[in-house]
């Protein structure tokens, strides 16, 4: 079956602008988690997603936002761009019952200049 | 507060084993996990412990004590397609990972 698809692959953006980023989850996989990655950081929890509602968030900021559809697809969005927001973006999805086996995306590397 | 702690960086030689120690702090704890991330790549399922005790997949165990809040990854027949990150992370009220531990098998 069809991993997890993340779209983009690459991206860059302009300081202030904002940018919306996708994931299709595996066929059946109703959970849907983003994280943010950086080689400071390490992997961020943003938030997850379960049936259309946001079930977890993390602390980052307003400008982090995202939505999930009803068919489990999910997009993560950011407002007003900034440098520290240059990072690796990675979804996961799962069944949502049980919280482990994770399956990641191969993520969206975003650029901000 | 949620932490993990893990040890950033450990070398070991092809055909060694090498133990990967994770040490977690939370309240709400479901099970830790553990995760491997080539340079480049995407974060990949290894293993899973819900309850204490160690959990063989071929190569690689994983060990859990929950009164010890400890786990680990242990790597048997270090081959160099080994040399990857690895993640641990518990489920609680969020999922959550650790720093990652960098693990270099040389020749």
């Known amino acids: 079956k069809a991993g997890v698809t993340q779209t983009p692959r690459y991206l860059i953006k302009t300081r202030g602008q904002q940018v919306t980023l996708s994931c299709s989850p595996i066929?059946?996989?109703?959970?849907v988690s983003w994280y943010q990655q950086t080689p400071g950081q390490g992997l961020q929890f943003l938030f997850e997603?379960?049936?259309?509602?946001?079930?977890n968030k993390g602390n980052f900021p307003g400008r982090f936002s995202g939505r999930q559809f009803s068919n489990s697809r999910s997009e993560m969005n950011v407002s007003t761009l900034e440098l520290g927001d240059s990072a690796l973006y990675l979804c996961?999805?799962?069944?949502?019952?049980?919280?482990?086996?994770?399956?990641f995306g191969s993520g969206t590397r975003l650029t901000v200049v | 507060g949620q932490s993990l702690e893990q040890p950033s960086e450990v070398t070991a030689v092809e055909g060694a084993i090498v133990q990967i120690n994770c040490t977690y702090q939370?309240?709400?704890?479901?099970?830790l996990s553990w995760y491997q991330q080539h340079d480049g790549g995407a974060p990949t399922f290894l293993s899973y412990?819900?309850?204490?005790g160690l959990e063989e997949t071929g190569r690689f165990s994983s060990f859990l004590s929950r009164s010890d809040s400890y786990g680990y990854l242990l790597l048997q027949e270090l081959q160099m397609k080994d040399s990857a990150s690895y993640f641990c992370?518990?489920?609680?009220?969020?999922?959550?990972f650790g720093p990652g531990t960098r693990l270099s098998v040389l020749p």
């Open positions: 996961a999805s799962s069944t949502g019952t049980g919280n482990y086996g994770y399956t």
């Open positions: 066929s059946g996989h109703r959970s």
């Open positions: 997603y379960f049936s259309e509602t946001q079930r």
């Open positions: 939370t309240s709400g704890f479901y099970g």
């Open positions: 412990n819900a309850l204490d």
């Open positions: 992370a518990f489920s609680g009220q969020n999922f959550v």
